[in-house]
């Protein structure tokens, strides 16, 4: 069961959360912020998940009601704050920030600014499969990031809101076939010794044999 909500900071207030019982294991919740101070509301709310740490599944979107850009030290703040809820909660498999119907990614929060933050959490995450960013531009030159976070985590898929995989045509693209690989090899270790023994060897001859990359997915030990 997902709990889907829409919080405004006209109606609710931090202190609202502070012993706020969240049963369901899966979120989406929509901030709607009028107020200078729009940070303490879903901070509030990062930080009682923390301490439940039971999610699975979380969709959070942060939009801007306040006719005034969002302050970058406070994206800061709830970037940290996120961080800290997405390591409190290792079940953690769904991860969406994206940008709700109906409204342009210029009324939301941009976490572009924070790459760097959530891929160092979300890189050693062991539960996440699926992340979905708005803000990770396609036309930058840049895919450094997400190049990182696919190299340490093979179990991510990192997509945009439209259910696509972010990507730079290549470089990603690989990095992608080559996760694919791994996690499929996984499997392997599951079998008998007789049975993966034999998967092995077919596996070198006719799927890996010319990559040396691909070769060490299925022979480490």
Request: net charge neutral; charged share 20%; with cysteine.
């Amino acid at each position: 069961m997902t709990l889907a909500y829409e919080v405004s900071s006209q109606t609710m207030k931090p202190s609202d959360f502070d012993a706020l019982n969240i049963s369901p294991k899966s979120l989406e919740l929509t901030f709607y912020l009028y107020d200078v101070d729009w940070d303490e509301l879903p901070m509030a709310f990062l930080k009682r998940t923390v301490q439940l740490g039971h999610l699975e599944q979380v969709t959070l979107r942060i939009v801007n009601r306040q006719q005034l850009p969002f302050q970058r030290s406070k994206v800061a703040d709830v970037a940290k704050a996120l961080c800290r809820a997405i390591h409190a909660n290792p079940n953690l498999m769904y991860l969406n920030l994206g940008v709700p119907r109906y409204h342009s990614p210029t009324d939301c929060i941009d976490w572009s600014s924070q790459i760097s933050k959530l891929v160092q959490v979300m890189a050693v995450h062991q539960g996440l499969r699926t992340v979905v960013l708005e803000h990770y531009s396609p036309t930058t030159e840049d895919y450094s990031h997400l190049e990182q976070l696919l190299s340490c985590n093979r179990n991510i898929t990192v997509l945009d809101r439209f259910g696509t995989k972010i990507s730079n045509g290549t470089g990603i693209d690989k990095l992608y076939a080559l996760n694919a690989f791994f996690t499929g090899s996984a499997g392997l270790w599951k079998e008998s010794t007789l049975i993966r023994t034999l998967l092995v060897g077919t596996t070198l001859v006719e799927s890996a044999s010319g990559n040396s990359i691909h070769c060490a997915a299925v022979v480490r030990p």
